[in-house]
């Protein structure tokens, strides 16, 4: 963490110096990449203290200031504030990464399988002719049977033309 401080309009204090760098570098507790601070301390109408904070993360400026008579207590003030505002970017970020990872979770499997809804169907023994009875009077698109004579599963399905298909497979060979 490099903390740059600067004094405009009044001598250089070692004591605010250290008590500066001491608070400052708390912020660091609140994000993972090292901070560049710049911490400026005017004198504003020969009794008032303005220290102004700035510094970048991952582009986002935050920055602060704060006015009062001492410096010590204007350095605290302005360490809530951005303790708060660090704390509510961290939590945007985490926000912004979960939904970054629901994201990709979801394309992903999508992308893997392409199989959208799975369902179990219970193919039950019958003809074929029985089974596009029972699928006119469903109203699905297809049905899965059983054939009574070979036990292999076939399917009946409605085309485009309102005709009906079937499929079989290969049963077992006697």
Do not use: W
Not at 78 to 106: Q, W
Not at 127 to 143: K, W, Y
């Amino acid at each position: 963490m490099e903390i740059k401080i600067s004094f405009r309009h009044v001598d250089a204090d070692e004591g605010v110096k250290n008590y500066i760098e001491e608070k400052m570098t708390r912020l660091q507790k609140y994000v993972e990449t090292p901070l560049d601070v710049h911490v400026a301390v005017s004198l504003e109408r020969k009794y008032r203290h303005r220290v102004d904070v700035m510094f970048t993360i991952n582009g986002v400026v935050i920055n602060a200031h704060e006015v009062m008579d001492d410096p010590r207590a204007a350095v605290d003030m302005i360490l809530d504030k951005l303790e708060r505002r660090l704390t509510k970017y961290r939590e945007k970020l985490k926000k912004y990464r979960e939904v970054k990872i629901k994201r990709a979770a979801t394309t992903g499997e999508q992308e893997e399988s392409g199989i959208i809804i799975a369902k179990t169907m219970d193919a039950k023994p019958m003809d074929p002719e029985e089974a596009v009875m029972q699928l006119r009077a469903s109203g699905d698109n297809f049905m899965v049977f059983r054939e009574r004579e070979r036990d292999n599963v076939c399917i009946v399905y409605k085309r485009k033309d309102g005709k009906y298909s079937l499929i079989e497979t290969m049963g077992k060979k006697p």
